[in-house]
């Protein structure tokens, strides 16, 4: 007894270089909505490529997000040496100029202390030459006396002359002395303020101060970084830090002079050395997963268009009516 019966209105016949492409496989896996082996082809390759695409893509913004906080992090470091660079360019003016004040201090402190020596030997040339007068001056009253007693007209007019113009000498006394006191106040002042080589006052003393404190003679700095002690070396692993924040190296700005031999600076210019390395290899790195991922869309969409074609999607190529 028949029970189902079928029929075949219509067979459609698939075209030539289709069937040629089926029949190369005896057991091709059919699934069940084509019967296009070679369309089934093309949508494993389609899903594996569109899988490696979106991996690569997802690679290419995770590389361009850490090349993006990685130069600005270089960016920064490079900031900050710039501007040790110029303090340290400051530091030298300074120091030359330190210099150049020390020197001229120098001699104006040797100079005033000639200048002192000068004075104080001229102030002990005038003592004396003043206790000559006066000791003339007590003979010239005791002759004066003598010859007043004689009462000798001719005598006593030559002594007389004599006697105003050792009063005249005598007169000049109290202006020269205090000329010569004034100058040795004003040597002393000098000194004072100025200071010698070795003592601890004066100008000098503070240029010679600031000299130390600027390191001009470049001596080697002796400062422990505690911080640095702990830090775990570039090439060992670290915990990365979140995003947007920069690494915490444990740096800590300690200036010593000069700013560019110091432990600091190099420091510095080792991390942004590093960074800018880094960077490099990276912009490297995400440029050739670039070319890869659009070697992927390339080929991707090259299958989207022959997949959607009409003439070999299956579902519109071998409908049936």
């Not at 090349?67 to 960016?75: F, I």
Request: charged share 35%.
């Amino acid at each position: 007894m028949l029970l189902l019966k079928y029929e075949t209105e219509e067979i459609l016949e698939c075209e030539p270089r289709v069937k040629e492409c089926c029949e190369r496989d005896k057991n091709p896996p059919e699934p069940p909505d084509s019967g296009d082996c070679c369309y089934n082809t093309w949508s494993k390759e389609y899903k594996q490529i569109n899988a490696e695409y979106n991996q690569a893509d997802k690679k290419v913004t995770h590389l361009t997000t850490r090349k993006d906080h990685l130069q600005a992090q270089r960016d920064m470091w490079k900031t900050w040496k710039d501007e040790l660079d110029k303090a340290c360019d400051c530091s030298k003016e300074i120091c030359l100029h330190l210099e150049i004040l020390i020197h001229h201090t120098s001699r104006i402190s040797r100079n005033t202390g000639l200048a002192k020596r000068s004075v104080n030997l001229l102030f002990c040339m005038l003592r004396d030459f003043y206790m000559q007068i006066d000791l003339l001056k007590k003979k010239y009253d005791y002759l004066i006396n003598c010859i007043r007693c004689r009462n000798n007209p001719g005598i006593m007019a030559l002594i007389e002359d004599y006697g105003a113009k050792l009063d005249i000498v005598i007169q000049t006394r109290d202006v020269l002395l205090e000329k010569i006191i004034a100058a040795i106040s004003v040597i002393n002042n000098i000194n004072k303020h100025i200071g010698h080589q070795g003592h601890r006052f004066g100008f000098g003393f503070i240029l010679r101060e600031w000299k130390k404190v600027f390191n001009c003679e470049g001596r080697p700095e002796n400062i422990d970084y505690e911080r640095r002690r702990y830090e775990p070396p570039r090439n060992e692993y670290r915990q990365q830090p979140p995003e947007g924040e920069f690494e915490d190296i444990g740096l800590e700005p300690m200036f010593t002079f000069p700013i560019c031999d110091s432990q600091y600076y190099k420091k510095v210019e080792s991390r942004y050395k590093e960074d800018n390395d880094h960077f490099t290899g990276l912009s490297d790195e995400l440029l050739r997963e670039i070319k890869q991922r659009d070697n992927l869309k390339a080929l991707k969409d090259g299958l989207t268009a022959v997949m959607s074609d009409p003439n070999v999607d299956p579902s519109q190529r071998c409908a049936t009516k």
